[in-house]
C-alpha cells in the first residue's frame, strides 16, 4: 500500500493530500530514510514522522483496505513513540494553560473569548519582552 494512502487510513493525516504534503517535506521517514509518497509500505515496516519538536514512530501491523473508524486503528497501527517524548508532550500542553478535558464537549462563546482574550495579553506579554531586549 502507498505510504501516503496508509497514512490517511490510520488516521494521522486528515487528508492524503496533507500526508504527501508532509512527505514532500521530509516529515515522514521509513528507517531512517526521506521517503515518496509511492512508497510501498509492507507489513512490519517502522516509520517516523516529526512533529516539531518531537519524533513520533509507529509500526505497521497490518495493511487497511480503506479508512478506518477511530476505534480501529490500533489492529492496524503501533505506536512505538518512546513514554519520555509523550510525557514531555503532555507537560507542554498542561503548562501552556489551554487543555480542555476530553468529554467536556464544544467550547462555549464565553469560553472561546476569555481564551482570545488570554491570548491577546500572552501577545502583550511578549510584546514588553522583545522591547526590553531591544534597548
Known sequence: MRID????????????SLAQD???????????????????LKEGDSFTIRHAPFDFTYRVVA???????????VNYLLNETPQEVIE???AIRL?????RERGTGRPTKRDRRELVDFMDTLGEYEEL???????
Open 88 to 90: 514531555e508532550l503532555r
Open 22 to 40: 508532509a512527505l514532500r517535506l521530509g516529515r515522514v521517514r521509513v528507517g531512517g530514510v526521506q521517503v515518496k509518497a509511492s512508497y510501498e
Open 129 to 135: 519582552e522583545e522591547d526590553d531586549d531591544v534597548s
Open 5 to 16: 494512502k496508509y497514512l490517511w487510513c490510520v488516521r494521522l493525516y486528515k487528508t492524503r
Open 95 to 99: 503548562s501552556s494553560g489551554i487543555v
Open 63 to 73: 495493511l487497511p483496505k480503506g479508512r478506518l473508524g477511530a476505534s480501529l486503528v
